[in-house]
Each structure stands twice: as C-alpha cells, then as structure tokens.
C-alpha cells in the first residue's frame, strides 16, 4: 500500500521557522520526485517546492524563493521541507506528493500520481 504522511505542521509566529516531514512507504522512493504543496482557504492548490531524483534540481514557487528549502533522505524514505522567515500568507495545508521520474512540469500537480494527507501551518501576524 502507497502511503505518504506528513507532518510537522503547527501554529508559529511570523518571521519564524517549521520544518514538514514527509514518509513515503509502498513505493520506490528513490526513483520518484517529490513535491510539496499547499492549499489556503478559498485558494486552488500551489505548487510550493519540489525535488526531481534523477537530475538533483530543485523547482521552487517564486513566493518561497530564499526561504523554504526541501531535502531528502533515502534511507529513511523521508523528504522534509524547511521553511524559514514564515509569512501569514504561508497559512495553509501542506501536503507532499509523488510523480514518476518522467514528469515535466513538478510544480503542476496533475504530474503527481500519490498524495498524501495534509498538514496545517498557521502563521499568526
């Protein structure tokens, strides 16, 4: 059975920092890029941060650019999305996803063939 779980979410101040973990098990890790997005209220799904396995390159939303930075470790089946200098318009649902190595677009999430439930981040101004 595919499953990723995220987690880490939580409420924190404005200009403070969370890091999100996602497990993956069901799969073959390794060879699947992952991708981390986010739902506000009222708002459609936004592609926020996502990591391609087999070229290494990293595809970031322009709103996170020079605070949020995604990693992975293998080992663990586990990605993990740090997020820095947080904003009230950060507030949202985080979920992390999966798409096979052959996807062109990581910040589309029509790309993506597993999901996983979300994690909520709030940002108090």
């Known amino acids: 059975e595919v499953q990723l779980q995220a987690s880490g979410g939580g409420l924190v101040q404005a200009g403070g920092s969370l890091r999100l973990s996602c497990a993956a098990s069901?799969?073959?890790?390794?060879?699947?890029?992952i991708g981390w997005f986010r739902q506000a209220p009222g708002k459609e799904r936004e592609g926020v941060l996502c990591f391609a396995a087999s070229s290494g390159s990293t595809y970031y939303a322009d709103s996170v650019k020079g605070r949020f930075t995604i990693s992975r470790d293998n080992s663990k089946n586990t990605v993990y999305l740090q997020m820095n200098n947080l904003k009230p318009e950060d507030t949202a649902v985080y979920s992390c996803a999966a798409a096979p190595p052959w996807s062109s677009d990581l910040l589309d999430s029509d790309e993506y063939e597993y999901w996983g439930q979300g994690t909520q981040v709030t940002v108090s101004s």
């Open positions: 069901g799969f073959t890790f390794d060879d699947y890029d």
